[in-house]
């Protein structure tokens, strides 16, 4: 039950963290500690209870809906509409708890969809940090505390990469070394 109440708890901070107005910074670390924290801790808590769904599909499905939301058109709709910000973190959520019970239940693919997603997560979070210019005029209006708009868009995609792809690229290897201690016994 611990880890239940701490996977829920994490879920309900980071919802509270995407709407506290720390810019793009915030918004980033609130769905990083959705994906990345709170989604492996409740997986753990609630494990398969039946054979699941291909991890590799639900990898591309997050795949699918994490790059769809930083379009700058479905951006937008997220960042003027509080309804469809919490669409965005109940997906995020919800789909980072199912890849990681799929990734769980059948380590082997497991590796591989926690792996290809921490190089996307690391791909987007290059892309936005990276960026010449502020890619989201809402975000840009509104930067965190202390930063120019450019300077918070180049934070949050570095809090993307370093904690999205560390999470999912420590899980595969630990995933990954599970499964060859398990061959070498």
């Known amino acids: 039950m611990p880890v239940t109440a ?17 810019g793009m910074t915030g918004h980033m670390a609130a769905h990083m500690a959705a994906v990345a924290m709170a989604a492996p801790v409740i997986a753990l808590a609630f494990p398969a209870s039946r054979p699941a769904r291909s991890p590799l599909l639900f990898a591309m499905i997050e795949f699918a809906i994490v790059w769809s939301f930083h379009l700058p058109a479905l951006r937008h709709l997220a960042d003027t ?3 469809v910000a919490l669409a965005e973190q ?7 708890v199912a890849l990681w019970r799929a990734a769980l239940a059948r380590p082997g ?6 792996l290809l997603t921490s190089m996307h997560m690391t791909l987007l979070g290059a892309l936005i940090a990276l960026a010449p210019r502020p890619l989201y005029a809402m975000m840009a209006m509104h930067p965190a505390p202390g930063l120019d708009a450019l300077a918070d868009q180049q ?3 570095v809090v ?4 999205g792809g560390a999470s999912y690229c420590l899980g595969g290897l ?5 499964l060859l201690r398990m061959r070498a016994a």
């Open 6 to 22: 701490a996977g829920v708890l994490l879920a309900l901070a980071a919802t509270a963290l995407a709407f506290a107005g720390l």
């Open 81 to 83: 509409s509080a309804a």
């Open 90 to 96: 109940a997906l995020f959520l919800a789909v980072g």
């Open 109 to 114: 693919e497991g590796v591989a969809a926690l």
């Open 155 to 157: 934070l949050g995609g």
């Open 160 to 163: 993307m990469l370093i904690v």
């Open 174 to 178: 630990w995933m990954l070394g599970t």
